[in-house]
C-alpha cells in the first residue's frame, strides 16, 4: 500500500508543452522529496521542500508544498525529451523515507 | 569520489535459494537503507542500518535480513525466495549529521529475477 498517491501514473507530451504532477496524501510530513529515476539506474534526489507552502525552482521545474505538509506538485515548464523518466514523491517517515508510485512521464521531441 | 555502489547488478535464481545483494556506501555516509522496487511501482522501504544496527524496519518479513559491517558497507539476505521477490533492489546512503540523514543517494540497484 503506498502512503503517498501520485498522479498522473502516466504522462506523454509533446517537446514545449508544460505539465504538472501531484502528490498527495493524508499524512503529514516534516518533509517531502522528489527524485527522479531513469531506466537502469536509482533514484535521484530533485529537491527538498521543507516548510508548509514552500515553493522551490530548479531550472524549469517548480515544486510546491502544501500549506498542510499533505501535499505536493511539480510544474514543468516547456518539457524536453531530457525530462522523461520516473519522477517519485517521498515523504520523511520515521527514520525513513516512503515513496508514491511515481509518475511516467515521457516527453516526445 | 565513488558513489553508491552495489553488486551483483544483475541476478538470476530459483524459488526457494537464497541470495545476498551488497552495497558500498558514498564516502561519508554511515547509514544504509535497503528498498525493493517492484516493475511499475516506486520503491517500498525494506530496513535501515546504522551503526551496524538495523534501526528501522518496513513491512517486509523475516527472510529478509540485512548487516552493516565496520566500514559501513552492508549487506541485505533474503532466504527462501519467492516469485514475488523478483524485483530491483535498491541501496540508499545517508549521513545522520546531514540535512537529519534525509538526503538518500541511490546505487544503480541490483535486479533480481527468482524462477
Known amino acids: 500500500t503506498q502512503l503517498l498517491e501520485q498522479s498522473p501514473q502516466f504522462l506523454s507530451i509533446q517537446e514545449g508543452e508544460n505539465l504538472t504532477v501531484y502528490c498527495n496524501s493524508s499524512s503529514v510530513f516534516s518533509s517531502l522529496q522528489w527524485y527522479r529515476q531513469e531506466p537502469g539506474e536509482g533514484p535521484v534526489l530533485l529537491v527538498t521542500v521543507v516548510t508548509g507552502g514552500e515553493v522551490k525552482k530548479l531550472k524549469r521545474l517548480t515544486f510546491q508544498f502544501g500549506d498542510a505538509r499533505k501535499d505536493s506538485s511539480l510544474h514543468i515548464t516547456a518539457a524536453q525529451p531530457g525530462d522523461t523518466g520516473l519522477y517519485l514523491c517521498a515523504g520523511a517517515g520515521n527514520n525513513d523515507m516512503r515513496f508514491g508510485a511515481g509518475t511516467r512521464l515521457t516527453v516526445k521531441p | 569520489d565513488a558513489g553508491v555502489t552495489q553488486s551483483p547488478t544483475h541476478l538470476i535464481k530459483t524459488r526457494g535459494q537464497q541470495v545476498t545483494l551488497r552495497c558500498s556506501p558514498k564516502s561519508g555516509h554511515d547509514t544504509v537503507s535497503w528498498y525493493q522496487q517492484a516493475l511499475g511501482q516506486g520503491p517500498q522501504f525494506i530496513f535501515q542500518y546504522y551503526e551496524e544496527e538495523e534501526r528501522q524496519r518496513g513491512n517486509f518479513p523475516d527472510r529478509f535480513s ?44 541490483t535486479q533480481l529475477s527468482v524462477l
Open chain 2, 66 to 109: 540485512g548487516h552493516q559491517f565496520p566500514n559501513y558497507s552492508s549487506e541485505l539476505n533474503v532466504n527462501a525466495l519467492l516469485l514475488g521477490d523478483s524485483a530491483l533492489y535498491l541501496c540508499a546512503s545517508s549521513s545522520l549529521t546531514d540535512r537529519g540523514g534525509l538526503e538518500l543517494f541511490f546505487g544503480s540497484g
